[in-house]
């Protein structure tokens, strides 16, 4: 019997620099260690089935992280979970473990939009930065360019706003799709900020349904 897992986990700060394709290797060892019976694609080079929604940018942390996974046999959930959370390395919490049905369409072709948290310091809170974001969202396009080709930012661009309490941050909802994706750091430059001086966090993946 194969069953489809779906997975949400935390990317925390031990795991801050390791990009997506790193991360399917620490997940394939991380079922290895956990002795669980991974389900393989077939074909001359089977690989685990393991499928991941979406790359997060290098740089930041997470708390929405989501896997797919298929395993052979009729294990109960909870004890797929412990033997995972005894398994998994620093950087790496489950936050929720559910069976979803094998026909459901992948996970990296339902992911519409992510959902970015930015806590700002003092020195990110002047009025020329907020002006700097009053403007951005006023525009009907922005230019720039990503591996030498220019695209257009501002469309991918859903929402912008800033949270004072408890404390400033700045809440952003980004297009998330293949070919059309918009990147926290990208916004970020624009306002004026350091992407990699404030602490930015992915909170939420928004798919579309079933």
């Known amino acids: 019997m194969t069953q489809r897992i779906r997975l949400t986990y935390q990317k925390g700060e031990e795991l801050r620099y390791t990009g997506n394709l790193d991360m399917h290797k620490v997940w394939e060892r991380t079922f290895r260690r956990a002795a669980l019976p991974l389900a393989y694609s077939q074909g001359f080079h089977p690989q685990p089935r393991l499928n991941q929604a979406c790359p997060l940018p290098l740089g930041f942390t997470s708390t929405c992280e989501m896997l797919d996974f298929w395993l052979e046999g009729e294990l109960a959930l909870e004890e797929f979970r412990q033997r995972l959370e005894a398994a998994v390395q620093p950087g790496i919490t489950i936050s929720e473990m559910r ?8 996970l990296q072709t339902r992911v519409v939009s992510s959902v970015y ?12 930065n907020r002006q700097k974001l009053d403007q951005l969202l006023e525009k009907e396009v922005c230019l720039r360019e990503r591996r030498g080709k220019p695209y257009d930012l501002r469309p991918l661009i ?3 706003k800033l949270i004072d309490q408890p404390r400033p941050t700045l809440e952003m909802t980004l297009k998330t799709m293949p070919g059309a994706t ?12 350091p992407p990699y001086e404030v602490d930015v966090v992915r909170t939420a993946l928004l798919l579309t349904e079933e």
């Open 99 to 106: 069976q979803v049905a094998l026909n459901l369409k992948p």
């Open 117 to 128: 948290g930015i806590e700002l310091t003092d020195e990110y809170l002047y009025s020329d």
């Open 158 to 160: 859903e929402s912008i």
């Open 182 to 193: 918009g990147r926290p750091e990208e916004v970020l430059e624009e306002l004026g900020i």
